[in-house]
């Protein structure tokens, strides 16, 4: 069985994290997603509009995910590839060549972002419609 982990923090669930979903779980057989928890995302600066179970819950929703895993901190990923026997890590190209080094444990691939849309892109999107429905 090939395995294949990625992470995220999946915060305002879109079309683009489905279909990264949906390719990184085409890569093998069982797809393992490491989510931010709302501690890590706090210190990576990020605050989630949900919090933690919230977005587990509808991460097991989508038929691509296997098993869900929280993420801590940046480092525990080479603990998790070896924990988890990962044959593949994968994550969207916006962090090309960030995680090269985990190529001494598992194959490395970066997946073409969809494009047109973005986490950040949706919430610009809901603040200018914010400010816009404050100033009529």
């Known amino acids: 069985m090939k395995k294949v982990i990625t992470y995220g923090t999946y915060d305002t669930l879109h079309f683009g994290h489905i279909k990264l979903l949906e390719r ?5 057989d069982f797809l393992i997603v490491g989510l931010s928890t709302d501690k890590f995302n706090s210190l990576k ?15 097991q929703s989508i038929k691509y995910v296997d098993l869900i895993i929280p ?7 080479i603990e998790d590839i070896k924990k988890n026997d990962i044959d ?9 060549g960030k995680f090269d080094y985990l190529s001494e444990f598992c194959n490395v691939k970066y997946l073409t ?8 892109l949706i919430r610009s999107k809901i603040n200018e419609e914010n400010l816009s429905s404050q100033r009529i």
């Open 24 to 28: 990184a779980k085409n890569l093998g």
């Open 45 to 59: 600066g990020k605050k989630s509009l949900l919090n933690y179970e919230e977005r587990k819950s509808y991460l």
């Open 71 to 77: 993420e801590n901190n940046w480092e525990q990923k």
């Open 88 to 96: 593949i890590f994968t994550i969207g190209d916006d962090w090309k």
């Open 113 to 120: 972002r969809t494009s047109a849309i973005s986490s950040s």
